[in-house]
């Protein structure tokens, strides 16, 4: 984790990482997906209210990635494709005890963990995080660029 911010690990050692945990996150993402690129700073907001709960997220950017999903997830029951991304699955001491499809901001996922891990140390307010704060207007700024271009490019 750095600056507030969770980087992205290849799947495989990341697995191996989160599986000798008592308690784990694991986010699988999409380059270039607005709710994924969210969920570095989501991660980190979450670890730090649950200090005992190891996080990761992997992002899917090469067929090889794609490719790994056989391997490494199905065996264990964890189903990702392109449309259901961003993918969080909740682990407890390596097995998957729960999944769930879409990001959202840390407060609400805290608020999903809290039914399978109890109540976090520090519990987090509600509304985004600055780090995810930071991130969506960074976003916004990108998305206003991209309109400008599109409304140019159609006169």
Not at 75 to 100: C, F, K, M, W
């Amino acid at each position: 984790m750095t600056a507030g911010r969770v980087a992205a690990e290849p799947l495989g050692p990341l697995l191996a990482r989160l599986e000798r945990a008592q308690w784990a996150l694991l986010a699988l993402g999409i380059p270039r997906c607005p709710a994924c690129d969210l969920l570095p700073a989501t991660l980190a907001a979450l670890a730090e209210s649950r200090p005992g709960l190891a996080v990761g997220i992997s992002l899917f950017a090469r067929p090889e990635d794609w490719a790994q999903r056989e391997e490494l997830l199905w065996p264990r029951g964890i189903r990702v494709s392109r449309s259901s991304v961003p993918a969080l699955v909740v682990l407890r001491q390596g097995a998957v005890l729960a999944t769930r499809q879409g990001g959202a901001p840390a407060h609400l996922l805290d608020a999903w963990l809290t039914g399978l891990m109890g109540p976090p140390e520090r519990p987090l307010p509600p509304g985004p995080t600055e780090g995810e704060r930071a991130l969506l207007e960074a976003s916004a700024g990108r998305r206003l660029q991209h309109l400008r271009l599109r409304e140019r490019s159609e006169r």
